[in-house]
C-alpha cells in the first residue's frame, strides 16, 4: 500500500463526518425517499361531496366518483362553507359540489354544472384528482345517454351505447404503464441525491487533507498529479454509491429496464468525474469549507428540479436551462432514460452522453488556476503551512 493510500485510510479513520458521508448517511437518505413513496400507487385520495339535489341522479354520480381508484368520499356535507373548512383544514384533498337543479338540467337537456375545487399547487395529487373526476363524470354521462336513448325505444343497449359514445378513445401509456410513482420519482430523486453527495464529500475529503496535511504538503511538488491521486481514491466510493442504487431499483425491486446496465456504468463514471471536478473548482475557489459547501449547496440543490423529469425542458426559462447544462445529473439522467425506458442502443446513449461532458474540461482549468494561485500566494507570504 502506497504511503498516500495509507494516510487517506488514515483520515477516514479519524474523520467520522467525511466516514459517514460516504457510507452510511446515502444509503439512510435513499431508503428514507424509497419509503416515501414505496406505496407507488396513490388510491383513495380523501374528498368531500356537497349535494344540493340529494336525488337518485346525484347519488349515482357520488358513486361513479367513489368507484374511481384515486378518490374515496370520504365526507358529506350540507354546505359549501363546511366542505371549503375541511379542505382548508387538510382533511380532505378536494370537494365536489352538485348543483340544486342538477336533475332539472338533465331532464331538459341541458349541462348542470357540477363543479370540482381541488389545490392545483399539489400537481401530481391535482392531477389524480383532475383525471379521476372526468373519468367519474365521462362513465355517469354514458349512463344518462343510455337511459335517454333506451326510453325512446326501439333501441337495444348496444345500439343506446353506439348512439351515446360514438367516438371510443384508448390512451396507452408506453412507459411506466402502472403509473407507479416510486419508479417515477424515486428514480430521478435518487441520483439528483447522489450527485449532491458526490460534490459534497469531494469537498470534504478535500477539506480533511487541507486540516491535516496543509495545502503544500497535500498538493506536493506536482500539485494536479497528486489532486488526482487523491481524487482516484475517492472515485471507487462513488462509483459503488451509483451502481448500488441501479442495482437495487432493476434487480432487486425489479424495475422494468428495457435496455443495458453497461451505457449507464459509463455514464455514471463520467458523472462522477465531473462532480467531482465540480467540487474540487468549488474548494480551490475560497479554500473555506462552509463556503464551498454553501457554493455546491446552491449549485447542486436545483438537480431534481431541472432534470426535466417532472418539468419539460421545453417550457423552462433559458436561466433554468442554461444551468440544467451545467448540472452533470441532468445529462445522465437523460443516459438513464434512455436505456430503463427507451431500450436504445448503447452507441446512441454513449454519442448523446459524451459531448456535453466535455464542458467539464472547464473547470478543470479554472481549478489548475486556483491550486497554482493558492501555492504562489503561499510562497509569497512564506507561510510555513
Known sequence: MTDAKRSQWHLLRSDKWLLSSLTWIPILIALS???IFSQGVARDLPIAVVDLQRSSLSRLLVREFDATAS????YAFPDIGSAKNAFVGNKIYAYMVIPKNFDRDIYIGRAPQVTVFY???FILIGKLINGAAQQAHGTFNAQVGIINQLAKGNNTRASAFAKTVSIQTQITPLFNKNVNYAQFLVSA?????????????TILFLTANHRIYGLKRMLGAAPLKNLLSLSVFYLPVFLIQGWAFLIWFYCILDWPMAGSFLPLLYSQLITVIACMILGAFFFFLTLEPARALSFA??????????MGVTFPVTDMGTLARIWRSLLPISHYIEAQISQVSYGLSAWQTISHFTPPMFGYLIPVLLTAQLVKKHLRKLDVNHDPV
Request: proline fraction near 6%; charged fraction near 5%; hydrophobic fraction near 65%.
Open 33 to 35: 425517499i424509497w419509503w
Open 71 to 74: 378518490l374515496k368520499v370520504e
Open 119 to 121: 389545490n392545483s399547487q
Open 189 to 201: 430523486i435518487v441520483p439528483a441525491l447522489w450527485q449532491i453527495v458526490v460534490v459534497a464529500s
Open 297 to 306: 449547496g446552491a449549485f447542486t440543490a436545483p438537480g431534481f428540479a431541472f
